[in-house]
């Protein structure tokens, strides 16, 4: 296998001819995105070279505190996204369920992975706990953000259904299954759309970072095909979870549509 | 004696000091706006009082379940909703929001023509008119067999004759199974005919309750 072709800074300055690209095109043809754009770009740049000199130290100073505050910071940065990223009012009581869920449906997920599937020793390695947890916990975001929008869509626009539902002597559960069964099902799609493409329409990111760092394919491979089935996991447990408590939020002691 | 109100108090929409209202059919008559459909709505628990309690056969309603109320105490709402699919699933799904067996198809076609819905248990229920679809939230209802009915204008999508029908029906059959009508109306005229009590609520307030004599 070929060594690693290292990127210098006057390689990853001339990948900035996408950008300006793109800044052209929507200052032409009238989109107003140009600050948008400059800025997500500017950001993500920082970030990545932050981040990269920050786990560069962790990793080779490994220390579980440190593990275990990343994923802290991680897991708040997730909940704090998916609350602001909703554009209308949570209740608080759904607030903290979805921190609760987003929390126990990664942890649980990430701790089986890493100490059951790959088995890290010693457990903190952040090598491991750090990569494997962002994308655990990137996805269940991305995923518990668009069970959120559904139920609060599902809550609101099919109420009087829910209301009758009720009249009729259903149980608040009974009244939101189908609303619950669309949410879930609009939140886990992404995941399942993206599995069906992997590997035929396009390689998955850690496969090809790894690939790239030079790890044979086939490791590359397992550890893709295992860690998928790790987000599919993390993804629906915590949606899951977000769901089955997060409906009651809806309703009072007396099983009545709060207003 | 089946619900009686005890010093009750809705935000600033209800205001009754005592009520009771027993066996049979009692009908609630008044102006719109009045708090007729905020009443009924205690009644199952839709709702429940700001002050005040409401007992249900000598048991106050806060310390009923409200899902095992709403099973004995059924509402048709005045624009009921028509849930997606065929008649035959709107007449069921009640069976299924309780977790009971669902009727059989002959049961099912003998409450369309009980309830004067021309429609075959396959039919869409999409074009429906307001006035099917009340019959047809009101067969769901009848299929329950609850002791208690709560009808918000069961009848204000249908013309005279078909009202009449209707509640004829209704009436002949809670009287038949012991059970009871607490209904709100416009009409004067159903509530002469019906009702074993007449109740004229105004501005959340009962200004009368009257023991009606019936014309039918």
């Keep these: 296998m070929n060594g690693i072709i290292d990127l210098g800074l006057v390689q990853v300055l001339l990948s900035y001819i996408f950008i300006i690209m793109v800044l052209i095109i929507v200052r032409r043809r009238g989109i107003n995105r140009e600050k948008e754009i400059a800025i997500s770009s500017v ?29 802290v910071v991680m897991e708040g940065f997730a909940v704090h996204t998916v609350i602001n990223k909703f554009k209308g009012k949570l209740s608080d009581k759904l607030k903290k369920i979805i921190a609760f869920s987003m929390v126990t449906g990664t ?38 953000s668009l069970g959120v929008k559904s139920l609060q869509e599902g809550m609101t626009v099919q109420k009087s259904w829910v209301e009758e539902a009720l009249i009729l002597g259903a149980t608040p559960k009974r009244a939101t299954r189908e609303i619950l069964n669309q949410t879930f099902d609009a939140a886990i799609m992404p995941t399942i759309n993206s599995m069906i493409g992997m590997g035929i329409v396009f390689l998955p990111g850690m496969m090809t970072g790894q690939i790239l760092s030079g790890t044979s394919p086939n490791t590359a ?23 089955q408590l997060g409906y009651r939020s809806y309703f009072n002691e007396a099983d009545q549509l709060i207003e | 004696m089946i619900f009686r109100f005890s010093d009750v108090r809705y935000r600033d929409i209800i205001e ?31 709702i429940s009082p700001t002050k005040g309690q409401i007992f249900f ?10 899902v095992q109320l709403r099973r004995k105490v059924m509402m048709l ?43 075959k248990l396959d039919d869409g229920v999409i074009n429906l008119s307001g006035g099917e679809k009340q019959r047809l939230a009101l067969g769901r209802l009848l299929l329950l ?21 209707i509640i004829r029906m209704l009436s002949m059959h809670v009287e038949k199974q012991g059970q009871s009508i607490v209904m709100v109306t416009h009409s004067k005229r159903i509530a002469e005919k019906y009702a074993d009590v007449i109740l004229e609520i105004s501005e959340g307030k009962v200004l009368r309750s009257v023991k009606n004599e019936r014309d039918n």
């Design chain 1, 43 to 71: 950001r993500m740049t920082l970030q990545l070279i932050i981040t990269g000199y920050l786990l560069a130290y962790v990793f080779e100073n490994p220390h579980p505190v440190v593990t275990i505050l990343i994923i």
């Design chain 1, 107 to 144: 942890l649980s997920c990430l701790l089986y992975f890493l100490m059951i599937v790959v088995r890290i020793s010693p457990w903190y390695d952040p090598q491991y706990f750090i990569p494997i947890a962002g994308m655990l916990i990137g996805n269940s975001m991305t995923g518990v």
């Design chain 1, 221 to 243: 491979v397992t550890y893709q095909i295992a860690i998928m089935l790790g987000i599919l996991g993390a993804v629906a447990l915590s949606v899951m979870i977000m769901l």
């Design chain 2, 16 to 46: 009754i000091d005592e009520l009771t209202i027993n066996k049979g059919v009692t009908i609630l008559l008044g102006p719109s706006g009045g708090g007729k459909t905020t009443l009924l709505r205690m009644l199952n628990k839709m």
């Design chain 2, 57 to 66: 056969m000598g048991e106050s309603l806060a310390k009923i379940e409200s």
């Design chain 2, 77 to 119: 709402s005045q624009n009921p909703v028509v849930f997606p699919g065929t008649v035959r699933d709107n007449l069921a799904i009640a069976f299924e929001f309780q977790d009971k067996i669902k009727p059989d198809d002959d049961a099912l076609d003998d409450m369309l023509s009980r309830i004067q819905l021309n429609k």
């Design chain 2, 145 to 165: 067999e609850p002791e208690v009915y709560l009808f918000d204008e069961p009848s204000s999508s249908l013309d005279d004759d078909t009202e009449d029908l």
